[in-house]
């Protein structure tokens, strides 16, 4: 059994408390590490580390020089990828091989945000005025918070964490109390890629105990939170107090639309792969499918006969498509949810039960499962389920089609399948979503901002704007003109 320790100003600690929690196979039910128990203690520890660090070390560093440390903390995540992905894969029980594809996507963030480390350039701003030279510098914010959720604990992280270094600011990171070892094991390659101490902390422990403490740290400026809406809305309300800058990435409920011109073969797979991916723990889920009346029947009868082909078991096994639920929790929130959708009236047209037997070791495991006859204010076209539970609606025309999918307090993502320009850009400007998919679903890049309308968060990661998330403008007057006025008139 491994016990970890908190990591940091680059060194292994205990933790304040003297307390350690156990973390958990969800496949195996084995218990194979103790996680460190932080507290405000340790909260203050870390943030005055980061603090320090963002005052000291850090800054004088030049932006090349920062962006080569990112650089070479890409090539160490390269390097150990295999490993980072197995520890992964055993706290959240994701299919190795997608963990393992995520990981080493990871490493690009830190080779993006690498790059720009140097190309962040202020400017001159044109005066209304004579005799003054204005200018914006911007400038990092100080220390920043990352709080993650348990089903990407290294990329979530890696979302908010390449960007804030690169803008030049500290960071402290709080993975999830299921998920936490892999970003322990992660922050030792912090130390291989020469960050100095304090640049990147460690903490784990439960959000109430450790990372309330942290957002309201005097030391603390900006908050970088993925999860549920219900922990999201309690930390902004807690950033608010202290005036602190904040985003929020939260759930979603997002509408896959099918029209009848979609090229179907591609639309079948794309609606699968959009909720049953990682077990539907994702945010992006595709867990409202929307059908063309015209193909409605057709299309359920395709997607349920593949649907059942699914094979559930061992993440670490190849041949595996369907990993079990992360958490016992998780799992009862799912099964809770395939009994409401019955009891509103929807229509199982496959799955909606647990899998239990051999092949399935320990875990919790949740059938793939697709609700026909849903209409959208039901309770399972409304709420995130966070889980392999799709729920199948009908519509006329790109009129209702819009109509329904908006219909919803979430904005996250949206998908469209049509063969028709006309109809991609109806859809694509009607839509109110932070990302829509055309003929293709849950694509992510670094490249590109990443985040949610409504309910759905605030702000956005990825891309060369996310630096400027994790920046201050600074407006500079250099007056030109020697003769200041008296402002009394007399000498
Ligand atoms: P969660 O909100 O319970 O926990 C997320 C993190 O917040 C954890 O690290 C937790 O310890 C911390 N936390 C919880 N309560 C806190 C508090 N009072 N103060 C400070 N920190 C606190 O979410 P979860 O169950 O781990 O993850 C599932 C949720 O995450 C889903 O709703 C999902 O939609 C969302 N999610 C969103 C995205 C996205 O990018 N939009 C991505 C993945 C997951």
Request: charged share 20%.
């Amino acid at each position: 059994m491994t016990r970890y320790q908190l990591f940091i100003d680059n060194e292994w600690v205990d933790p304040h408390s003297g307390r350690w929690f156990e973390t958990e196979n969800p496949f195996s039910g084995e218990v194979w590490a103790e996680i460190p128990r932080g507290d405000a203690v340790d909260a203050d520890r870390a943030a005055t580390a980061a603090w320090n660090a963002f005052e000291g070390p850090w800054s004088r560093l030049s932006a090349s020089d920062r962006g080569m440390m990112l650089h070479r903390l890409g090539a160490l995540i390269e390097r150990d990828a295999q490993h980072l992905a197995e520890i992964e894969s055993r706290d959240n029980g994701k299919l190795i091989r997608d963990v393992l594809a995520q990981v080493r996507y990871m490493a690009k963030y830190f080779y993006y945000y690498g790059g720009l480390a140097d190309k962040i350039q202020g400017h001159v701003v044109p005066m209304d005025r004579p005799k003054v030279f204005n200018y914006i510098r911007y400038e990092p914010m100080g220390v920043v918070v990352s709080i993650t959720p348990w089903n990407s604990s290294l990329s979530l992280t890696a979302w908010k964490m390449a960007p804030a270094l690169c803008a030049g600011n500290t960071v402290i990171c709080k993975p999830s109390e299921y998920t936490s070892a892999s970003l322990l094991e992660f922050a030792k390659l912090v130390v291989e890629a020469g960050l100095p101490p304090g640049v990147v902390n460690v903490l784990t422990g439960y959000g109430s105990e450790v990372a309330e403490p942290l957002v309201r740290h005097r030391h603390v400026h900006r908050i970088a939170f993925t999860g549920g809406d219900e922990a999201g809305r309690r930390i902004n309300k807690m950033a608010a107090e202290g005036f602190k800058r904040i985003s929020l990435e939260l759930g979603g409920k997002s509408p896959n639309i099918i029209f009848d011109d979609a090229d179907m073969e591609q639309a079948v797979n794309g609606a699968l792969s959009g909720i049953f991916s990682a077990t539907g723990q994702t945010c992006v889920a595709g867990s409202r499918l929307l059908l063309q009346e015209t193909i409605h029947d057709e299309f359920l009868e395709r997607i349920t006969t593949i649907a059942r082909t699914a094979k559930a078991g061992d993440p670490a096994d190849p041949k595996t498509h369907i990993g079990p639920m992360t958490t016992k929790a998780q799992f009862d929130k799912a099964m809770d949810y395939i009994d409401i959708a019955t009891k509103e009236g929807a229509r199982c047209v496959v799955g909606g039960r647990a899998l239990t037997g051999p092949g399935y070791g320990a875990g919790q495991f949740v059938a793939p499962t697709i609700f026909a006859g849903v209409t959208n204010e039901m309770r399972i076209a409304q709420e995130e389920v966070f889980g392999p539970v799709l729920s199948v609606l009908k519509f006329r025309d790109e009129e209702e089609a819009l109509r329904i999918a908006n219909d919803t307090r979430f904005g996250l993502a949206a998908g469209v399948w049509t063969q028709s320009l006309h109809r991609a850009m109806v859809m694509t400007q009607g839509l109110r979503a932070g990302t829509v998919w055309v003929n293709n679903y849950r694509s992510s890049s670094y490249t590109t901002p990443f985040g949610g309308f409504k309910d759905s968060g605030i702000g956005r990661e990825g891309g060369v704007d996310a630096v400027r998330e994790y920046m201050e403008p600074k407006s500079v007057w250099i007056s030109t003109d020697l003769q200041m006025a008296n402002p009394f008139g007399s000498r």
